[in-house]
C-alpha cells in the first residue's frame, strides 16, 4: 500500500499537467513510496471532455473524416459526459472511430477484506483473452480474472494469496504456464509466479518467489519502480534517494546509470524496453535512452516539436512489437500552455534518438489532434499495448473517468470515452488494458470517499 504526492492544478505548468484533487498525499520513504509502471495510473496526461453524445468534433489537427466528440454518459453514469457536457472534442484524425458500449461497475474486494485509508497497490496485464488484476489488502494479495467486453459482471474467479505483510507490487506478466508478480521487498526486487491450470491459477496458490538483490543503499528506499515484460525476461527502471542524491538505475542486472539532484526531473514516470534500449522519460518532457550506463547517463529533452516554442509537456511510453510506442504532449510555453497538440506513434528502437532535441522525430510519429481548453489536462494511466491496440485511461478535471483507444499505428479509434464518474468520492489512479483482439478493454481505478476510505473498481468495454 502507498502514499503518493498528487500535484493540484494551481501548479500546472509545462512539466506538470495534472489534475486538481481534493487529497494530496506525500511520498512516504518508509512505507516505500508509490509503486511504478503497471502499478499506478499516475502519469499525468491529456484530458478530454465528453460532451453530449455523438457531438462532432471541433477543428481537427489533420483534418480527418471522423469526428473526436467526446462521448456522452453511459447509462447511470449521470454527468459523466466531461467538464462542459456539451462540447466537442477535438477533431478527427482520419479513419474509422469506434463505438464502445460498457459492462457494469463492479468492485474489486473480497467479502473479507476491510476497507482502509491506505490506497491499494494494483497492477494489470492481459491473460489470454483475460484481464488479471492484482491489488494489496488487509488478506495480503487478492488477484482477480477479469473478462474484457463483458456485458454481464466481469469477475470470472477470485483468489487470495494471504500474507502477513503485502509486498509493494509492481508490474505483472502472464504466459501459457504461470502468471508473475513483480514486487518490492525490503532486500530484493522479487518475481512471484503462481503456475497456471488452464486459464485459470493453479490453487492453493503457491507462488515460486525469483530474488533480485537491489544495491544496498537503496534496500527500504526504492521509490517508483518500473517495469516491462519482453522476450520472456522482466526489465525494470527505478530510483532511489541516498544522501541527497537520487540515483536512477536499471535491471537486469542491476546497473546505476544516473545520479542527480532530488528534484522531479530525476524522477522516473515511464520506462519501456525493445531491442537492448532502455527508454525512461519523466514528468517534464525529458528522459534517458541507451543501452549502456554510459548512454543513459545523459537526461535529454524530448523534442515533439521545437522545445522552446512548442516545449513537451510529458510523454509515456511502453514496449510494443515494433520498439516503443509513444504519446507525447507539447503545450503553448507557460503560462497559456494551450494550445496543445497530442503526438502518438510506434518508434523503433534505432529510431529512439529521434525522439530528443539533436534528432529528427521519426515520421511514424504524428500529430493527432489539438487541445484548446485546459480542463482536457488530466492524470492517465499507464500505456498498455495489445497486438492491435493501446490503450490508456485518464481522469479530467471533473472528476470523471475516460477511456482512450489507438490502432497498432497510434491512429485514435476511440477518444475521451465517459466510463464512471462517481457521485459521492474523488477519483484517485486509473488502470487500463486491453484484449488480443483490440475489441474488449477493460479499466480499474482507485476512488476515496469523504472519509479517505479507499475503494477499487472494474468495468469492461466492448468497442467495435
Not at 497497490?121 to 483473452?129: A, G, K, M, Y
Not at 477470485?158 to 509493494?168: I, K, L, M
Not at 522476450?231 to 545520479?259: K, L, T, W
Not at 481548453?373 to 475516460?402: D, K, M, R
Request: with cysteine.
Amino acid at each position: 500500500m502507498r502514499t503518493q504526492l498528487w500535484i493540484p492544478v494551481c501548479c500546472l505548468s509545462v512539466g506538470l499537467l495534472v489534475a486538481c484533487t481534493a487529497k494530496e498525499r506525500d511520498k512516504n520513504v518508509a512505507n516505500g513510496g508509490s509503486a511504478g509502471q503497471g502499478a499506478e495510473g499516475g502519469t499525468a496526461g491529456v484530458g478530454a471532455e465528453g460532451g453530449t453524445a455523438g457531438a462532432t468534433g471541433g477543428t481537427g489537427a489533420q483534418g480527418g473524416s471522423a469526428g473526436m466528440g467526446g462521448t456522452g454518459a453511459q447509462g447511470g453514469d449521470a454527468g459523466a459526459g466531461g467538464s462542459a457536457g456539451a462540447t466537442g472534442g477535438a477533431g478527427g484524425t482520419g479513419g474509422q472511430m469506434q463505438s464502445c458500449s460498457a459492462g457494469p461497475v463492479v468492485e474489486l474486494r473480497d467479502p473479507n477484506d476491510t476497507l482502509t485509508t491506505e490506497e491499494p497497490d494494483v497492477v494489470i496485464t492481459r491473460c489470454d483473452d483475460l484481464a488479471m488484476v492484482a491489488r494489496t489488502s488487509d488478506l495480503g494479495l487478492e488477484i482477480y480474472q477479469v473478462r474484457m467486453g463483458s456485458s454481464g459482471s466481469p469477475i470470472e474467479n477470485r483468489y487470495v494469496w494471504p500474507t502477513a505483510v503485502s509486498p509493494r507490487i509492481v508490474a505483472a506478466t502472464c504466459d501459457v504456464n504461470k502468471y508473475t508478480l513483480m514486487t518490492v521487498e525490503a532486500t530484493d526486487l522479487t518475481e512471484l509466479s503462481f503456475p497456471r491450470s488452464g486459464q485459470d491459477l493453479a490453487t492453493p496458490l503457491n507462488p515460486t518467489p525469483t530474488k533480485h538483490a537491489l544495491p544496498p543503499e537503496c534496500r527500504s528506499a526504492v521509490g517508483d519502480p518500473h517495469a516491462t515484460f519482453v522476450n520472456g525476461e522482466f526489465h525494470v527502471a527505478f530510483q532511489c534517494d541516498v544522501n541527497n542524491m537520487r540515483n536512477v538505475y536499471v535491471g537486469f542486472p542491476i546497473q546505476q546509470v544516473y545520479s542527480g539532484a532530488q528534484t522531479s526531473e530525476n524522477s522516473i514516470d515511464s520506462y519501456a524496453y525493445s531491442g537492448g534500449i532502455h527508454l525512461l522519460l519523466n514528468e517534464a518532457g525529458q528522459g534517458w535512452a541507451g543501452a549502456t550506463p554510459a548512454q543513459l547517463g545523459q537526461l535529454q529533452q524530448l523534442n515533439f516539436e521545437d522545445p522552446i516554442t512548442r516545449p513537451t509537456g510529458l510523454a509515456m511510453t511502453a514496449s510494443s512489437s515494433a520498439g516503443f510506442m509513444m504519446v507525447g504532449i507539447t503545450t503553448h510555453p507557460p503560462p497559456t500552455l494551450t494550445p496543445a497538440r497530442l503526438f502518438t506513434g510506434q518508434v523503433a528502437p534505432n529510431n529512439v534518438d529521434g525522439l530528443f532535441v539533436g534528432g529528427s522525430l521519426p515520421a511514424t510519429i504524428k500529430q493527432r489532434m489539438e487541445i484548446t481548453n485546459p480542463q482536457q489536462l488530466g492524470p492517465t494511466s499507464a500505456l498498455a499495448v495489445g497486438p492491435n491496440t493501446a490503450v490508456f485511461s485518464l481522469i479530467n478535471q471533473s472528476n470523471a473517468l475516460l477511456m482512450n483507444v489507438m490502432d497498432k499505428t497510434g491512429e485514435f479509434l476511440v477518444w475521451g470515452f465517459s466510463v464512471y464518474q462517481p457521485a459521492d468520492a474523488t477519483l484517485r489512479r486509473s488502470y487500463a488494458e486491453t484484449n488480443p483482439l483490440g475489441i474488449g478493454n477493460v479499466v480499474v481505478w482507485a476512488e476515496f470517499d469523504a472519509n479517505n476510505i479507499y475503494t477499487i473498481r472494474a468495468r469492461s468495454l466492448l468497442c467495435l
